[in-house]
Structure formats: C-alpha cells, structure tokens
C-alpha cells in the first residue's frame, strides 16, 4: 500500500525518494487526481485544443514531477475543467439547434444568434485551455516542461 505524506512534499521528487520507476506507480491516481477522459470535447474548441494534462499523467515519472506540482494543476483542474465541460455540452446542443433551423428555414436573426453565442461559448472554452497550458507551464521547472512538449509533439506526429 502506498502512504503518501502530504506535509513533507514540498521539495519531494516522488519518483525518486518513493517509489522506483520501474514500479509503473499513477502518481495522479495516487494523490486521487482523476483525470477525466475528455477527447469528445476537442471539436468544441475555437482552435485546436492543446491537451497537455494526459500527456503529463503517461509520462509524469520521466518528467519528474512531485507531489506539490501535482497539487497545483489539480487545484486548477478541479476548479475550472466542470465549466469547460458544460461549456462544451452546451456548444454541443447549440450546434444541433443551428442545424436544424438552417436545414429548416429556420430566421437569419435566431441564426446569427446562435453562431455569436457558440463562437462566444467556444472562446471561453479556448481561454480555459490556454490557462490551463499556462498553469502546467507556470508549475513546471523549464526543464520539466521542455521534456513535456517533446512527449507532446510525439504525440501529435
């Protein structure tokens, strides 16, 4: 069983001092951060979506990430990723509402309204990503997050 102390783990390298790497310990699901898998979402966003945070979880001891950096981006991510997810929900329903009245005649004025609100809806879900990217990036030593882009750019190959 893995006891994990969260008074001490400021300056801890979990991967290091904890658990050995070959292990294939979750330091995410250790700490009780869930991750939720959110890749139905992409489509609803302004631009595409820069999604480091499961990147960050598959490859977090190559990383070396600790505990208390963890905890930041989860602190983040619990608070804002339920907004972003009922931002994309309701781009979701918006964007069927759209069709069915552009396919049924439905009022240039009820159109353009609900192309102004989607856009609106998708920019907001874009600025959450992008604080997101800077709050992993804010977290992360330099070097951890280079090591980071290259796990993404592979990833995206």
């Known amino acids: 069983m ?7 783990f400021s300056q801890i390298n979990f991967w290091e001092n904890s658990v050995e790497k070959e292990d294939n310990v979750d330091l995410f699901e250790a700490v009780g951060f869930q991750i939720e898998n959110d890749s139905w979402m992409d489509k609803y966003f302004l631009v595409p979506r820069i999604n480091l945070l ?25 608070e804002f990723h339920p ?9 979701e329903k918006l964007q069927k ?31 959450y990503n992008i604080k997101l990217v800077k709050v992993i990036k804010n977290t992360l030593t330099e070097e951890q997050f280079k090591k980071l882009l290259t796990y993404y750019e592979k990833s995206i190959i």
């Open 97 to 127: 509402e759209l069709t069915k009245l552009v396919l049924d005649k439905g009022s240039p004025k009820k159109i353009k309204e609900l192309v102004i609100n989607i856009a609106k809806l998708k920019a907001e879900l874009t600025v």
């Open 2 to 8: 893995l006891s994990i102390s969260f008074n001490s």
């Open 83 to 91: 907004e972003m997810v009922k931002k994309a929900k309701e781009v």
């Open 54 to 78: 499961p990147i960050l979880k598959a490859h977090a001891s190559e990383i070396g990430i600790t505990l208390e950096q963890i905890e930041e981006i989860r602190s983040f991510y619990e």
